[in-house]
């Protein structure tokens, strides 16, 4: 692609702006994926039914309906209209991409079930595993930005 190729598709000349608004989104999508399991270590440390167990599970509730939640949506809603105009849905890195967006989006789902859980009044997993689980985000950030910005294939 050249750089005016970007300017062609229906996005026209707003095409940069709806790609640096997607890029917004992506760092609060991130940042809530960093945050919840953090959130929910020191929940661990609550005892069932306590006020601060309950400040946990409001706090955690509101990252996912305040953050979470919202900045999934746009991030794929700006994402599906980025990739429609460059065409890269015939394109090697965007599939690797979209598996891994997949990934995070099913890590999200797992956090919000997590959430339930915990707000039930159950600890089911370790500290040590939530913090090795809260490797995932930081792992596919990093290979989707070499994937969008390399495009090694
Ligand atoms: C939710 C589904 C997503 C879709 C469909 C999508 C799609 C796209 C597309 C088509 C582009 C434009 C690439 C170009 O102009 O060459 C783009 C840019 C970008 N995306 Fe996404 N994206 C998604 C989520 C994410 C996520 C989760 C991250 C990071 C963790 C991310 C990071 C980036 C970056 C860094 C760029 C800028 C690349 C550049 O400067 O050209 N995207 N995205």
């Known amino acids: 692609m050249t750089g005016l190729d970007q300017y062609v598709g229906f996005l026209g000349g707003a095409y940069l702006w709806v790609k640096a608004a997607h890029l917004t989104f ?3 999508w ?3 994926l960093f945050l919840l399991p953090r959130f929910f270590v020191y929940h661990h440390a ?3 039914g306590s006020a601060e167990d309950r400040a946990w599970i409001e706090r955690e509730g509101r990252a996912r309906s305040i953050i979470l939640g919202p900045a999934m949506l746009i991030v794929w809603v700006l994402g ?3 990739a429609l105009n460059i065409g890269a849905f015939a394109q090697g890195w965007f599939h690797a991409k979209l598996a891994l967006v997949v990934l ?3 890590y999200q789902g797992w956090l919000s079930a997590y959430g339930r859980k915990l707000a039930k009044g159950a600890r089911p ?3 040590r595993t939530l913090r090795i689980m809260n ?3 930081g792992i596919a950030t990093a290979v989707i930005v070499v ?3 390399v495009k090694p294939f």
């Open 26 to 28: 992506v760092i609060f």
């Open 30 to 32: 991130i940042a809530g």
């Open 46 to 48: 609550t005892a069932p």
């Open 80 to 82: 599906l209209a980025l």
């Open 104 to 106: 995070l989006t099913g």
């Open 125 to 127: 997993l370790e500290n």
């Open 135 to 137: 490797e995932i985000p």
């Open 147 to 149: 994937l969008v910005i």
